[in-house]
Nanobody, 120 residues
Framework: QVQLVESGGGLVQAGGSLRLSCASS????????MGWYRQAPGKQRELVAV????????NYADSVKGRFTISGDNAKNTVYLQMNSLNAEDTAVYYC?????????????WGQGTQVTVSS
């Protein structure tokens, strides 16, 4: 069973920064990809950033390119999301995602979410 535990959310003023962490119960290099999604009130969950766990290739939503950075620490089994120049549109619950190939199909695992609130 995979467990993902997010931390680092909170209240920040516009223009500020936060770093989210996602601690995994499995080695992060065992996953195909790890990423961050977010869901604002009344909106669908959307991809924020994703990284290939082996090669480290990354991909970002257009709305966060140049402001957010996803990274991983294999020694700590933790994935991070550094968020800079935050604005009110970044307010959402942020979820960590890990995608694991089980030999038959890909399975998605999710953390419990962490709230990020940006005050303008």
């Amino acid at each position: 069973q995979v467990q993902l535990v997010e931390s680092g959310g909170g209240l920040v003023q516009a223009g500020g920064s936060l770093r989210l962490s996602c601690a995994s119960s499995r080695a992060i290099f065992s996953f195909g990809t790890m990423g961050w999604y977010r869901q604002a009130p009344g909106k669908q969950r959307e991809l924020v950033a994703v990284m290939n766990s082996i090669g480290g290739n990354t991909n970002y939503a257009d709305s966060v390119k140049g402001r957010f950075t996803i990274s991983g620490d294999n020694a700590k089994n933790t994935v991070y999301l550094q968020m800079n120049s935050l604005n009110a549109e970044d307010t959402a619950v942020y979820y960590c995602n890990a995608r694991l190939f089980t030999g038959v199909r890909w399975s998605d695992y999710w953390g419990q979410g962490t709230q990020v609130t940006v005050s303008s």
